[in-house]
């Protein structure tokens, strides 16, 4: 019998990973989601071509569709193939912001590819420690491009690396951010504030093309999918498609059951579908129906300012990517025991398009005016620890959907607040104008920084899980995405959940 691993996504591949290369046999079962046939033609006919030969109507037929997508759904490559519609997942999904997906790669195919580890002192409560998990950032970084550099962000990250990776050039615009605060080092330190290039999992030949919102046509955006075409090649590992839907734990197998009506034996099954649909596998195989799960979030928001100073060229001239530019993290415990984490924006094609929708029917003719204004926008997207941010309760419907409910955090208003406070300062101290008045939070679970229905603790108790991600009561189930977190720091999710699977993965008997 073989280790069954449920899910493709960035959790899945790094777990299975792990398990090929200690020798052992395993089978990937995912619903198979794939761009589909005509939106991948689109895609190879760009990437066909040097971007300086696309033209202006070839690019608005590629942005087109994420301009028109429905609330709650993130688009790329103008197909809905990496994220299920709210309602298929959850009963009444118009206050959560979050998504599952039923595509290989799952919701990598659609992420914004910001990567850091864990900060020792941000896991600290955990019952494993930043020594446990940095041999496991290391082996998903031979897979998982990680670009960047040695910055002043280091001394806070030092469980990977930067020395010999290779940045991303960052925007005119970010650079005069960046050079502004090295000059005011002093002050931004006492600010409790660290600022450095973004550590993103982008591939270092990106062709600068300032499509990464809407697809990039050559795949330089890390997507897992990327991993398991190379996973295929592996003469241990074998794939399957289909849809699961409870497992059963017996001596010396786990039966899972599929949606039509398929039962898959495994030695162990290793639960990778990605924080909603884990809780739905896990409470249709409870044996108590009533039990519910309760998710941690990392609540986000937006801070937009504008820039002062004259940058030497535009932000949306190639070369150039929309992705995060620049990290600001801030170290207060006046704010949080814990860092809150920025990403600084310096232009995608939503900046005008948003201030467009918002204000031009206000004003007659002026949207030349805000294409101009958006052009000097710079917008930073700031996430905080889940001891911070709201909960998500999850019960499971007749029906087989989850019905959540959101628990607010008491904490969240004022952490925000004083975050918000800090950050425009931070802002000042570059040059820029911080429009507090337009500043936006964002819906739960919309970070899509999300997990710990299920925490691992060193002695679990009913509801937890083990330090291997097995739950209460199982021995050979883990759950191995982000559902077994202990918490949700601010820095980024998904680098984490894959190094954590792969020590489970490393690990497991
Ligand atoms: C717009 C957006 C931007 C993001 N930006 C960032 C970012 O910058 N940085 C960051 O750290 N994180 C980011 N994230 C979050 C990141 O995408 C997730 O943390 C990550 O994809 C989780 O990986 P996973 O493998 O646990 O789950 P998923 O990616 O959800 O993968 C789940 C897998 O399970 C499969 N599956 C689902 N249900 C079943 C089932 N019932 N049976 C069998 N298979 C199933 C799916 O097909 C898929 O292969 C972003 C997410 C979104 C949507």
């Known amino acids: 019998?073989?280790?069954?691993?449920?899910?493709?996504?960035?959790?899945?591949?790094?777990?299975?990973?792990?398990?090929?290369n200690r020798g052992r046999q395993v089978l990937m079962l995912?619903?198979?989601?794939?761009?589909?046939?005509?939106?991948?033609?689109?895609?190879?006919?760009?990437?066909?071509?040097?971007?300086?030969?696309?033209?202006?109507?070839?690019?608005?037929?590629?942005?087109?569709?994420?301009?028109?997508?429905?609330?709650?759904?993130?688009?790329?490559?103008g197909s809905d193939f990496a994220m299920v519609p709210g309602a298929d997942t959850l009963v009444s999904p118009e206050r959560i912001g979050l998504r599952a997906s039923h595509a290989v790669g799952g919701l990598s195919n659609l992420w914004g590819s910001a990567?850091?580890?864990?900060?020792?002192?941000?896991?600290?409560?955990?019952?494993?420690?930043?020594?446990?998990?940095?041999?496991?950032?290391?082996?998903?970084a031979e897979f998982?491009?990680?670009s960047g550099q040695q910055d002043a962000l280091q001394t806070l990250f030092p469980a990977l690396s930067m020395q010999d990776r290779v940045p991303l050039t960052p925007s005119p615009q970010a650079q005069q951010l960046l050079q502004r605060l090295?000059?005011?080092?002093?002050?931004?330190?006492?600010?409790?504030?660290?600022?450095?290039?973004?550590?993103?999992?982008?591939?270092?030949?990106?062709?600068?093309?300032?499509?990464?919102?809407?697809?990039?046509?050559?795949?330089?955006?890390?997507?897992?999918?990327?991993?398991?075409?190379?996973?295929?090649?592996?003469?241990?590992?074998?794939?399957?498609?289909?849809?699961?839907?409870?497992?059963?734990?017996h001596a010396d197998h786990v039966a899972v059951t599929l949606d039509n009506g398929e039962t898959l034996q495994a030695t162990r099954v290793f639960v990778a579908a990605g924080v909603l649909e884990t809780a739905r596998l896990f409470l249709a195989s409870s044996p108590d129906p009533t039990t519910g799960l309760q998710l941690q979030d990392s609540q986000h928001f937006f801070l937009p300012s504008l820039h002062r100073w004259l940058a030497p060229r535009r932000p949306d001239q190639r070369p150039y990517h929309t992705l995060p530019q620049i990290f600001?993290?801030?170290?207060?415990?006046?704010?949080?025991?814990?860092?809150?984490?920025?990403?600084?924006?310096?232009?995608?094609?939503?900046?005008?398009?948003?201030?467009?929708?918002?204000?031009?029917?206000?004003?007659?003719?002026?949207?030349?005016?805000?294409?101009?204004?958006?052009?000097?926008?710079?917008?930073?997207?700031?996430?905080?620890?889940?001891?911070?941010?709201?909960?998500?309760?999850?019960?499971?419907?007749?029906?087989?959907r989850l019905v959540p409910t959101v628990k607010s955090n008491d904490e969240t208003a004022t952490v925000m607040e004083q975050a918000t406070s800090r950050l425009a300062q931070v802002m000042k101290l570059a040059g820029l104008i911080p429009l507090r008045f337009a500043r936006r939070p964002g819906d739960v679970g919309s970070s899509f920084h999300v997990g710990g229905s299920v925490p691992m603790a060193k002695a679990p108790s009913a509801g937890q899980s083990d330090i291997l991600g097995r739950p209460k009561g199982l021995s050979r189930v883990h759950l191995v995405d982000?559902?077994?977190?202990?918490?949700?720091?601010?820095?980024?999710i998904t680098f984490s959940v894959m190094a954590n699977a792969h020590r489970i993965g490393t690990l497991t008997p």
């Open 328 to 400: 600001i993290e801030l170290d207060d415990p006046e704010i949080s025991p814990h860092l809150v984490h920025a990403q600084i924006y310096t232009w995608n094609e939503f900046f005008a398009h948003d201030l467009i929708n918002s204000y031009s029917s206000k004003l007659p003719r002026s949207a030349p005016l805000w294409r101009r204004l958006a052009r000097r926008l710079i917008v930073a997207q700031a996430f905080l620890h889940s001891a911070h941010s709201a909960w998500i309760n999850l019960t499971l419907a007749a029906d087989g």
């Open 482 to 492: 982000a559902s077994s977190l202990p918490s949700i720091p601010a820095t980024t």
């Open 182 to 249: 090295e000059h005011q080092k002093t002050s931004l330190s006492e600010l409790g504030a660290h600022a450095g290039l973004t550590r993103l999992a982008v591939d270092p030949g990106c062709q600068y093309c300032g499509q990464c919102l809407h697809g990039c046509p050559w795949g330089y955006i890390y997507s897992a999918q990327k991993t398991f075409d190379d996973l295929r090649h592996h003469s241990a590992f074998q794939y399957r498609t289909g849809l699961a839907r409870r497992f059963e734990e």
């Open 30 to 77: 995912d619903p198979g989601g794939r761009l589909e046939a005509p939106a991948q033609d689109r895609r190879d006919k760009l990437a066909a071509s040097d971007p300086d030969t696309w033209s202006v109507d070839d690019q608005k037929k590629w942005q087109a569709p994420q301009f028109d997508t429905p609330p709650g759904q993130v688009r790329r490559f």
């Open 115 to 140: 990567v850091l580890p864990n900060r020792a002192e941000d896991i600290a409560d955990w019952p494993i420690g930043i020594d446990d998990l940095a041999p496991h950032y290391r082996a998903v």
């Open 1 to 20: 019998m073989t280790d069954l691993v449920i899910g493709s996504g960035p959790s899945g591949v790094s777990v299975a990973m792990a398990l090929l």
């Open 144 to 146: 998982l491009p990680v």
